[in-house]
């Protein structure tokens, strides 16, 4: 025996607070605690261990690894789902002389992982994550849809072997194909918002959309340093403003301006639950 590290095969989620940084200290105290409450509420309904969860916490977000034993389809469907709706709990109830509106950007990959490292988790599993949660893609989404609470990524391999393995929700259809690129990386990922559409929605320069389904080569991304080509219509990222107390105002290109308060409008066509 030569003592080599070896990985172990683990769900890995992160979640971040949408313009966390631009709040006060009250109003990020808020924040944090509502993250934390919706996590728990959210991993009991699932029945996910929150407690067995091994975690990275930021000010902003949390990265965790999950037990061996999770279950990824109670992840996918009751976690997401419970998530959103304590989220939207939080947004609704405003109790607080402090109460500030929480969004998030969640992503969620399935790899080996080293648990063993000196002050965190190397590796190109642990790297992913993080990379999908920020990535233009899913922050396109939330500024296109001000009333979702939560936007969800997940990684190739998540959407091949759970996903679109079924029986639950979401269905692989309410997922759209994405492409991620961080300097000459390019990943391949799957986007959600529950409750919303997300296939008519206009996408960064250089995200090429792609009928959902699987890549070919089953692979998470590729390295080429060869950027795609952009999609036939040029961008149209809508222009969001957001006061925090619910008002949301949308620059739409070619049609006017939306108005629309709390979550009672919807931009896009909603899902019933």
Do not use: C
Not at 45 to 60: H, M, N, P, S
Not at 96 to 116: F, M
């Amino acid at each position: 025996m030569t003592g080599r590290p070896v990985p172990e095969h683990r769900v890995l989620v992160t979640a971040d607070i949408e313009d966390y940084s631009s709040r006060n200290d009250a109003e990020q105290r808020v924040l944090q605690s509502a993250l934390g409450d919706s996590l728990d509420t959210a991993a009991d309904w699932a029945e996910l261990d929150r407690q067995g969860w091994v975690r990275q916490v930021g000010g902003d977000g949390v990265f965790a690894v999950l037990p061996r034993d999770a279950d990824v389809a109670a992840l996918m469907d009751v976690f997401i789902r419970e998530l959103d709706t304590a989220l939207g709990v939080h947004n609704r109830r405003r109790a607080d002389d402090h109460w500030t509106r929480i969004r998030l950007r969640l992503a969620v990959h399935v790899g080996p992982i080293h648990l063993d490292g000196a002050i965190g988790w190397p590796g190109q599993h642990a790297v992913l994550p993080a990379r999908l949660r920020d990535s233009a893609p899913v922050r396109a989404a939330l500024a296109a849809l001000p009333d979702a609470d939560l936007a969800v990524i997940v990684s190739t391999e998540v959407y091949r072997d759970y996903i679109t393995q079924g029986p639950g929700e979401p269905r692989p259809s309410d997922f759209r194909s994405v492409r991620v690129q961080v300097k000459k990386q390019i990943y391949d990922a799957y986007l959600y918002v529950p409750r919303f559409e997300v296939h008519d929605l206009q996408m960064p320069d250089g995200d090429v959309p792609e009928k959902t389904g699987p890549p070919e080569n089953g692979l998470v991304g590729t390295a080429t340093g060869e950027p795609h080509p952009a999609t036939s219509a040029p961008s149209q990222t809508p222009t969001v403003g957001r006061d925090y107390i619910g008002a949301q105002r949308m620059e739409v290109s070619g049609s006017g301006t939306l108005q629309s308060s709390g979550r009672d409008m919807n931009i896009g066509r909603e899902r019933e639950r």
